[in-house]
């Protein structure tokens, strides 16, 4: 089955699993454009005129129909999903009025060479080869996240309401994310192990002291969900620097992550370009890779850059 025959069985008979009163809903189709790059697929609901949130991505629906799961089931749980989203009044009204949100406006970390259309829609700063964006994040509780892409447009009509500086609004956004999101870290051989049941807070942890092995640390977020981010967070580079004691390197192993290796001379920095490549090649979803790169960071200038 390919996509146009799916969303045809969805404007035929979606609405079958729906309540009664969505019967005169109007049923359409988007492509929603994620990171790298990305479109993905997706329905949108609309009763009483009103367009409902959330838009329910089919990719990953039509890729289980094809890998032999009944099309009943796929359109009971995309029904009962959109009636979950629909109970959620988060996302029934947006409210972009500045000072109402400001609290909630986030950074987000993304690769440069593959979001050439992002850069053209939405503002962003740029480090080494990564490109900074912002994100409103209109829901977080216990059932998920839900953040909506801060646009040009949108910018543009808060500065002609107000003075917003560039600068501050970056500063603003960091604070809120180190704020909703701190920065949680781990060794690589406790995380491969099990041998911890969670991440720990960047402030308490205490690197390992062993001589055999080259220390590998795995940075993210609480929510281990766009944790590179937490790179931009200040102090952070320096702390990790002198919790180590010299130099690193910082591999971006996805959008939700980066590993940090201690660099002494038993590291090979081409090989870990290579390993770098070949770990987004062969194991990372296209939408969540952040780089190709290697980066490394020199204690005494307090720099990071490119390999």
């Given amino acids: 089955?390919?996509?146009?025959?799916?969303?045809?069985?969805?404007?035929?008979?979606?609405?079958?699993?729906?309540?009664?009163?969505?019967k005169e809903a109007n049923i359409s189709f988007n492509k929603t454009l994620k990171n790298n790059n990305i479109e993905l697929d997706t329905i949108v609901i609309a009763n009483n005129k009103q367009?409902?949130?959330?838009?329910?991505?089919?990719?990953?629906?039509?890729?289980?129909?094809?890998?032999?799961?009944a099309i009943d089931e796929i359109l009971k749980d995309i029904a009962r999903l959109y009636l979950d989203g629909t109970r959620d009044n988060t996302f029934e009204e947006f409210d972009t009025e500045f000072d109402k949100i400001k609290n909630q406006i986030v950074v987000r970390m993304v690769g440069k060479e593959n979001n050439q259309k992002l850069m053209e829609r939405a503002p962003f700063r740029e480090e080494n080869d990564l490109l900074v964006t912002y994100r409103w994040i209109a829901k977080k509780d216990e059932?998920?996240?839900?953040?909506?892409?801060?646009?040009n447009t949108l910018l543009e009509k808060w500065k002609k309401e107000r003075e917003i500086d560039s600068n501050d609004f970056y500063e603003m956004a960091l604070k809120n994310t180190e704020r909703l999101f701190p920065a949680y870290v781990t060794s690589m051989e406790d995380l491969l192990l099990g041998l911890i049941p969670d991440m720990i807070e960047f402030e308490e942890f205490v690197p390992h002291k062993k001589s055999d092995t080259i220390p590998m640390y795995v940075i993210t977020?609480?929510?281990?969900?766009?944790?590179?981010?937490?790179?931009?967070?200040?102090g952070i580079l320096e702390k990790m620097a002198d919790k180590?004691?010299?130099?690193?390197?910082?591999?971006?192993?996805?959008?939700?992550?980066?590993?940090?290796?201690?660099?002494?001379?038993?590291?090979?920095?081409?090989?870990?370009?290579?390993?770098?490549?070949?770990?987004?090649?062969?194991?990372?979803?296209a939408e969540e890779i952040l780089s190709n790169s290697v980066y490394t960071y020199d204690r005494d200038k307090k720099e990071i850059k490119k390999v």
């Fill in 1 to 22: 089955m390919i996509i146009e025959e799916f969303k045809l069985i969805l404007m035929n008979e979606i609405k079958e699993y729906l309540p009664e009163s969505y």
């Fill in 221 to 234: 977020n609480k929510d281990k969900m766009n944790g590179a981010t937490t790179i931009l967070y200040p």
């Fill in 51 to 69: 367009q409902i949130i959330p838009n329910i991505y089919l990719n990953t629906y039509l890729f289980e129909i094809n890998e032999g799961r």
């Fill in 244 to 285: 180590l004691n010299g130099n690193y390197f910082i591999l971006p192993s996805s959008i939700h992550e980066v590993i940090v290796v201690a660099d002494d001379e038993k590291v090979d920095k081409e090989q870990l370009k290579c390993m770098v490549k070949q770990v987004n090649s062969d194991m990372v979803e």
């Fill in 143 to 151: 059932n998920g996240l839900g953040s909506i892409l801060i646009t």
